[in-house]
């Protein structure tokens, strides 16, 4: 009992805590929209299943795990993995993009000095 307690107490506080976090970097417009709803739902996701235990018991019962708390760890990774994968595509993304920028302005520059010797 005293188990489920303090894991209970942990939830709730670490999804108060993000939520804390992040509504602060809001405020002070360093996290992208994107961003900020994902760790928002992911905080009320874990605030959800702190406050209500039973979701996780019978979705622990429906999914066939051995106890409800294997079923809430395996919903965080899959969540921060899912999150990680995503992040990747658009770091990826904004690599090609700047790649593609730096190329133009090296373009650019060669111009400009192709004039200045024409001139």
Request: proline share 2%.
């Amino acid at each position: 009992m005293f188990d489920q307690t303090l894991i209970r107490i942990c939830l709730i506080f670490g999804s108060l805590v993000t939520a804390w976090y992040i509504l602060r970097r809001v405020r002070q417009a360093k996290v992208q929209i994107e961003d900020t709803i994902f760790w928002l739902l992911f905080s009320a996701a874990l605030l959800i299943l702190a406050v209500f235990p039973g979701i996780a018991y019978w979705a622990a019962n429906l999914l066939g795990f051995m106890s409800p708390i294997n079923f809430v760890y395996v919903v965080i990774i899959f969540l921060l993995l899912a999150k990680q994968f995503f992040m990747s595509i658009r770091l990826s993304q904004l690599d090609s993009k700047v790649r593609i920028l730096t190329e133009q302005v090296a373009l650019n520059e060669e111009k400009v000095e192709r004039e200045k010797l024409d001139l």
